[in-house]
């Protein structure tokens, strides 16, 4: 439900964090998709608490980050891993996703679809 998406915008990483924190202590969303960006970092203390807001609430809090930069997560992340688009030509691609770490379960796994992007759709690498 788009009508109902809600849209944060901050100046940096860190404020996406903090930002981040005052949405997990509403208790309102289910999920939280924050974009770090290039290098930003957050700090333990602040992954902590987002963890325990996150359990306490029942979210699930997901980063994204720059693939190839270090890592702007500790240990606690529970899961890392890397998407990757392969274009098959027109409209069509494979979504991949290969994980690194994984708490649940052995890391190492991952997984590729084939899919059909709308209409004007243009994949770089045509």
Do not use: N
């Amino acid at each position: 439900d788009l009508d109902a998406l809600a849209v944060v915008r901050v100046p940096d990483g860190l404020a996406v964090a903090r930002a981040a924190d005052r949405l997990a202590r509403s208790g309102a969303f289910g999920l939280l998709l924050l974009d770090l960006g290039d290098g930003a970092r957050v700090p333990p203390p602040l992954q902590t608490r987002l963890l325990g807001l996150a359990r306490k609430h029942d979210t699930a809090v997901v980063f994204l980050t720059v693939a190839g930069r270090p890592s702007a997560l500790g240990s606690l992340a529970s899961l890392r891993a890397e998407a990757r688009r392969r274009p098959l030509g027109g409209d069509r691609f494979v979504a991949q996703l290969a994980v690194s770490k994984d708490k649940r379960q052995a890391p190492g796994w991952g997984m590729a679809v084939e899919c059909r992007g709308p209409a004007g759709l243009w994949l770089p690498g045509e």
